[in-house]
């Protein structure tokens, strides 16, 4: 029975959807894309007051299970920081925020593949930016990248210079936000990958590099793995590293075998732990996608407590994330996933995704030719040795441990994620022009 539900937990993927909710000129412009399915139309932010009156609505009438049974967090997220959550949410949370901030940014839709793919697109007035995609994962979304962008573009403001900046792209997921959420099988890493593609080229960019964690990780190294003309480099802070040899007895929860290096057997154990105690979430989403969508689509407490509890566990704030994301950063996220309900679409990611992200012959990493670069993040899920990652990617060029930092790394330590990006990318520049 243990193996058989650890093969299950096993499948669990790391993880934005034609909101639900929409203004006039939303509206207007997926209308007008019907004419133009190439075209990229403004995209602005409205959410209608009856739909933020009827979460508020909802979140005072959330019923609330009886304490858990121990005194740590080892049956799920603890009742009491539920509660202060939900009850700021209720009570001192204000959507507009974020929404005016969103709004003050550069922010498009267009067509590709037959979805509708929204994202963030501002660009450098540094002559000789180079061009980065980045991609969130789930329980993230692109504001994760929010407090990044100025740095990354404007950087002699930041403190770095000219010649680091990037234009930066920053698109939603399909299912996830205010992407469309796909209707039809098949929206898988390797899709959306091709369609990342077509989007930097329907800017107007020849060369490029793409970056990502958790999901972005995975459709990063589809991205590489497909090597498509200008695509400079890669970078990953969720690296597939995994040897094929260690795949199983971490999946059976076998003692570390010997032989390991010390940096080996502490990887090989955080994901012995990780798979058999922490990613029941993911088997869930992988095998049942629809069942857990019904409950985050119909319940803010829900879908509060399955984001929140994976937001606490993987950053680095002793399970208080509130120590690096502000309370209100991690409620814009939650309520993202509530007003474009997509609960039950990023969930159908797992779906689409069911092999595992970890595994460095399950991700093909061997097939990627372009040049890879890998920051390690001491809260990550697993911290990837330097041996393992330079098996699991022959063209791996850049290694760095970071200082600080956990699975949500530009969210939590933005200024670290920053010169990382500028670090690891910085001899690729030269194959700009």
């Not at 412009?29 to 932010?45: M, V, Y």
């Amino acid at each position: 029975m243990k193996t058989k539900l650890t093969t299950i937990l096993m499948l669990a993927t790391f993880a934005f959807s034609i909101p639900m909710i929409t203004n006039a000129q939303t509206t207007k412009t997926r209308t007008e894309a019907t004419n133009s399915d190439t075209a990229i139309r403004p995209f602005r932010i409205n959410i209608p007051q009856s739909k933020l009156d009827e979460l508020k609505r909802r979140i005072s009438g959330t019923r609330f299970p009886d304490k858990e049974t121990v005194n740590d967090e080892s049956q799920g997220l603890q009742l009491a920081q539920l509660k202060e959550l939900i009850n700021y949410w209720e009570n001192g949370y204000d959507w507009r925020k974020v929404e005016n901030k969103l709004n003050a940014l550069p922010q498009f839709i267009t067509r590709i593949d037959g979805l509708d793919i929204q994202f963030i697109h501002v660009r450098s007035k540094e002559k000789g930016a180079l061009p980065i995609i980045l991609t969130h994962g789930w329980p993230g979304s692109p504001l994760e990248f929010i407090d990044t962008i100025g740095p990354l573009t404007d950087p002699v403001k930041y403190g770095g210079k000219a010649e680091d900046a990037f234009d930066v792209i920053i698109p939603a997921i399909p299912g996830y936000g205010f992407s469309e959420i796909p209707k039809e099988q098949g929206w898988n890493p390797d899709r959306v990958a091709r369609a990342w593609d077509t989007l930097v080229k329907r800017l107007g960019y020849t060369k490029y590099v793409s970056q990502g964690g958790d999901h972005g990780s995975v459709i990063s190294d589809a991205l590489a793995r497909q090597a498509p003309s200008g695509l400079l480099g890669i970078h990953l802070t969720m690296p597939a590293t995994i040897p094929a040899e260690l795949v199983k007895p971490i999946n059976a929860g076998d003692p570390a075998p010997a032989g390991l290096s010390e940096s080996e057997t502490k990887a090989y154990n955080s994901m012995s732990t990780f798979f058999g105690r922490n990613a029941a979430y993911g088997g869930m989403m992988v095998t049942r996608p629809q069942t857990t969508g019904y409950l985050l689509s119909d319940s803010p407490g829900a879908l509060a407590a399955f984001l929140y509890e994976k937001i606490a566990e993987w950053s680095e704030s002793d399970l208080k994330p509130e120590k690096v994301i502000s309370r209100d950063a991690i409620l814009d996220d939650i309520t993202l996933y509530w007003l474009t309900n997509t609960g039950a679409s990023s969930s159908r990611f797992y779906w689409e995704n069911n092999n595992n992200n970890f595994s460095s012959e399950h991700q093909k990493t061997k097939d990627i030719k372009v040049p890879v670069a890998i920051t390690v993040f001491p809260h990550e899920i697993y911290q990837a040795p330097e041996s393992w990652s330079k098996a699991a990617y022959p063209s791996l060029y850049y290694y760095h441990m970071a200082t600080k930092g956990g699975h949500f790394a530009a969210w939590e330590q933005p200024e670290v994620f920053v010169q990382e990006m500028r670090n690891a990318f910085k001899t690729l520049r030269n194959n700009l022009y």
